[in-house]
């Protein structure tokens, strides 16, 4: 019981999302600053809601609680599936964060260690020799972490010769591009949780299994007592289903390993009670004639 409950403590408190230290606070200095994260995910649509905040400085603008006052046009073109496709504000305007949505690449067979890739591309449009300078803010996402990784956004042989990725990332920012994908798994609470109720459905029929050989056995009599019994652990078992985090969808890896085989178990085992509550020839045993 202590590891039981210890463990997911242990694993929750050091499994946390990373963050690439490109998009840390002080790997560029430029006034011309971003804060961006991503806020939603969305596994039925495939889709993953990425947001910008401006955090504009010096001669670009004045940071305010919310976005940024713009000393300057801004216009940073957005690589995003829905939404205006760019980030744009004009000269004495007060903007704030904003919202474009990206493809969520991964499938959710493998619930709960289903894994998928979000990526953004931002270009500056209006450059003006000043550095891109992005930071990422991260925001709960209920029930899972993302882990922020940048990429180059050319070819290796376009970029001076032995440079590191690090220096290839760096000198993109300073032509005002970047490119950032996510990876998005589930939270270890949540896939513990799914683990803790795939056993207890285990658990489950195994019990009810006991029971059916039992009464097959005619250690127990076959009575709709038990049929009850075993309808009963039959529909719980969709309850059950019903409580998994993140309410996976149907036909998960989950489902034909653990729930559609108990389900065939449980069916089979209240069709052998049936029967043998058929074949039963005392069920009338308070009308029997006195001899």
Same mark, same amino acid.
């Not at 019990?207 to 009464?215: G, I, M, N």
């Given at each position: 019981? /202590? ?6 403590? /242990? !694993? ?12 840390? #606070?002080?790997?560029?200095?430029? %006034?011309?600053?971003?804060? !961006?994260? &991503? ?28 976005? #940024? ?11 995003? +599936? ?9 000269? *004495? ?14 499938? #959710?067979?493998?619930?709960? @260690?289903?894994?998928?890739?979000? *990526? ?30 940048? &990429? ?10 032995? #440079? ?15 490119? /950032?994908?996510?990876?998005? $798994? ?12 795939? &056993?207890? $459905? ?21 009575? &709709? ?11 719980? $078992? ?15 890896? @989950? %489902?034909?390993?653990?729930? +559609? ?8 085992? $209240? ?21």
């Amino acid at each position: 019981l /202590i590891f039981f409950i210890v463990t997911p403590i /242990i !694993i929750s408190a050091l499994v946390k999302p990373t963050t690439d230290p490109v998009l840390s #606070s002080k790997s560029l200095n430029s %006034d011309y600053k971003f804060e !961006i994260s &991503i806020s939603k995910i969305n596994i039925k649509d495939n889709s993953a809601t990425v947001t910008i905040t401006p955090r504009l400085e010096g001669n670009y603008g004045e940071p305010t609680k919310n976005g #940024s006052l713009t000393f300057k046009d801004v216009e940073l073109l957005v690589d995003s +599936y829905q939404g205006s496709g760019k980030f744009s504000a004009q000269v *004495g305007q007060v903007i704030g964060r904003q919202e474009f949505k990206v493809l969520l690449k991964g499938n #959710s067979w493998r619930y709960p @260690f289903d894994n998928y890739l979000a *990526g953004i591309g931002l270009l500056d449009s209006k450059f003006e020799n000043q550095a891109l300078s992005l930071k990422e803010v991260k925001e709960y996402l209920p029930g899972f972490r993302a882990n922020s990784n940048t &990429i180059p956004n050319y070819r290796e042989d376009l970029y001076p010769k032995n #440079s590191s990725k690090d220096e290839q990332i760096i000198s993109d920012l300073n032509k005002g591009i970047a490119q /950032i994908e996510w990876r998005v $798994m589930r939270l270890p609470g949540d896939i513990y949780a799914a683990i803790l109720l795939a &056993i207890l $459905m285990i658990i489950s029929a195994g019990a009810s299994l006991s029971v059916t050989r039992a009464v097959w056995n005619g250690k127990r009599p076959p009575s &709709i007592n038990a049929l009850a019994w075993l309808a009963a652990f039959l529909f719980a $078992m969709f309850q059950i289903r019903a409580s998994l985090p993140g309410t996976p969808p149907s036909g998960t890896l @989950f %489902d034909l390993i653990i729930f +559609y085989p108990i389900l065939i178990v449980l069916l089979a085992e $209240m069709a052998a009670v049936v029967y043998l509550w058929i074949k039963r020839d005392d069920w009338d045993l308070k009308n029997v004639p006195k001899i």
